[in-house]
């Protein structure tokens, strides 16, 4: 932890809000160089923002990914027969 995180408390807090506003891209110039800075100098802040890209990264492509069509072929098979069973 860096000496301006214990100067402020903590990391949990503060800076990684700031952070997610860093990687989300909503910081003013000045403010992206203070996190910037402060991300080379803070192993902490600097671990936690790697560990955010990963999830982001995983996250972006998992959105990306499509079922295969036989499980839509499936699904509506799979209620078909169900409606069939119910009588509609």
Do not use: F, W
């Not at 100098?41 to 990306?64: A, G, M, N």
């Amino acid at each position: 932890m860096s000496e301006d995180c214990q100067k402020i408390g903590d990391c949990e807090d503060t800076r990684i809000q700031r952070l997610y506003e860093y990687l989300d891209g909503a910081l003013t110039h000045q403010d992206l160089e203070e996190v910037k800075n402060h991300l080379g100098e803070c192993t902490d802040c600097s671990h936690e923002y790697d560990l955010e890209c990963i999830i982001r990264s995983v996250v972006k492509r998992s959105c990306s990914e499509k079922a295969p069509s036989t499980l839509k072929v499936s699904i509506m098979a799979r209620i078909s027969e169900i409606k069939v069973e119910a009588g509609h």
